[in-house]
């Protein structure tokens, strides 16, 4: 092809660009790989923590826009450990490493959204308007996550969730510029209820927190435990939040109940106080197992190993798994000096997938960047026998169970858990079947 003829197809594009309705999504085509970018990124809203922008082979910039990765999640609150700026800092590893492959011109920007769903819908609005934002990540707490699924579908813009557990995310109020990632209630509960009927024993008491959250894992875990060949003896709501934190009534009738796991709903700090009354009243001793609902590595920094030693809970991916986790786990923590949460590895993760994504479309117009992403099977040092579900955005992969170890045990910082198994992934996920979600 003549140099001739190559400028006549830059202008054309850039013409093609320029005439793009007003409300369209942007998109950006890129350059073979190894073309130098040039030109100007989208701008960006100082307010909204821009990261530096990677820069690429050659120091120049692709022409017309640059591909905008957002971050939106708790840089300040109690979960600024669980994903946060190092959640940030792992997107920006994937935007570099993209970079240094393809030439393209990627940008992480980030805004704190202080686990407040408004100043979540309002930080989103910013990311999505000032800053031009091709995609979101990450939203921890359900309420913030569902108001910015609702906004990603105003803006025909992507939203790739990471560490918000709710299920309604792929379930009745799906749309199709929604996916969601990491983990959900669902996945929680079928590899626990799995994993415990072939291991543990199948009789259940629950203790969970009587509002939203607490009630959706109950329902699923009900059903989990169910579906499993178990049954649940009793099932306690607590209030929330509690008035005194002690839970040595609750513990009490699960050694009347004598059941072989007592299941605690409780997140955070409350999970550490449930653990305290379970330590306090020898509750092991009964041969009660104690399995987490949802249990944070920053879960056990906080609370100390030997508080939930013991304990049993599923999760999506832990940082020394196996070696190809342990690997990138290692380059994280050079980079970061920290190791990383399940969080930090899935907003890596995601954003990698998301590149992958705009690569093979071409593009990075949204509906071209989904059609890239549905049905797309892989495996990386986060997900293993990963689907991309087209039919509610579910991303379906293996999940492990994991024990808590004892102080003793532990050989290195945050060599706080063995992998007792794994389940596979189509029995770790909701059926799409039963979603409810009606894609649109």
């Known amino acids: 092809m003549s140099p001739r003829t190559i400028l006549l197809a830059f202008l054309l594009l850039c013409l093609s660009a320029c005439e793009r309705e007003p409300d369209a999504p942007a998109g950006t085509a890129l350059p073979p790989a190894g073309t130098a970018p040039a030109g100007n990124p989208r701008p960006t809203d100082a307010s909204l923590s821009p990261a530096a922008n990677p820069g690429t082979p050659g120091g120049g910039k692709l022409p017309g826009a640059t591909i905008v990765i957002a971050v939106l999640n708790d840089q300040s609150g109690i979960y600024a450990d669980f994903g946060g700026r190092y959640a940030v800092e792992a997107a920006q590893m994937a935007a570099e490493e993209f970079v240094s492959r393809t030439g393209a011109a990627v940008e992480v920007i980030s805004a704190d959204h202080q686990n407040d769903p408004d100043k979540a819908a309002a930080r989103a609005q910013e990311l999505f308007d000032k800053s031009g934002a091709d ?22 813009r992507l939203y790739i969730n990471i560490s918000a557990a709710t299920a309604d995310l792929t379930g009745k109020e799906c749309n199709r510029y929604t996916f969601h990632y990491a983990y959900d209630i669902p996945q929680l509960a079928n590899a626990a209820a799995q994993w415990t009927a072939q291991n543990l024993g199948k009789r259940w008491h629950i203790i969970y927190p009587k509002y939203g959250f607490g009630q959706e894992m109950e329902a699923a875990f009900r059903k989990a435990i169910e579906s499993a060949g178990g049954t649940v003896l009793a099932s306690d709501p607590a209030p929330f939040p509690h008035p005194t934190g002690d839970y040595t009534d609750w513990l009490r009738r699960t050694i009347a109940y004598h059941p072989d796991v007592v299941g605690v709903m409780q997140a955070g700090a409350d999970l550490g106080a449930v653990a305290r009354a379970y330590n306090a009243l020898k509750v092991r001793d009964q041969r009660i197992t104690l399995v987490a609902g949802l249990l944070l590595e920053t879960d056990i920094q906080s609370a100390g190993a030997d508080v939930l030693a013991g304990t049993v809970f599923a999760t999506p ?3 020394a798994m196996d070696r190809e986790a342990r690997d990138w786990a290692d380059r994280f923590q050079k980079r970061t000096g920290a190791r990383p949460t399940f969080a930090q ?6 954003a990698v997938q998301y590149l992958e994504a705009v690569r093979r479309a071409g593009t990075d117009q949204p509906d071209a960047v989904i059609k890239a992403l549905e049905n797309y099977r892989f495996s990386d040092m986060f997900i293993r026998n990963g689907l991309i579900r087209a039919e509610d955005h579910l991303v379906q992969h293996d999940m492990l169970v994991g024990q808590v170890k004892p102080s003793a045990d532990v050989r290195e910082p945050r060599d706080t858990v063995k992998v007792l198994g794994v389940v596979p992934a189509d029995r770790a996920a909701r059926p799409a079947a039963e979603s409810g979600c009606t894609m649109r």
């Open 135 to 156: 995609v979101i990540l990450d939203v921890p707490t359900s309420a913030a996550a569902l108001r910015i699924m609702k906004l990603a579908a105003d803006k025909r």
């Open 345 to 350: 590895a899935a907003t890596y993760s995601a």
């Open 317 to 319: 991916w832990y940082w």
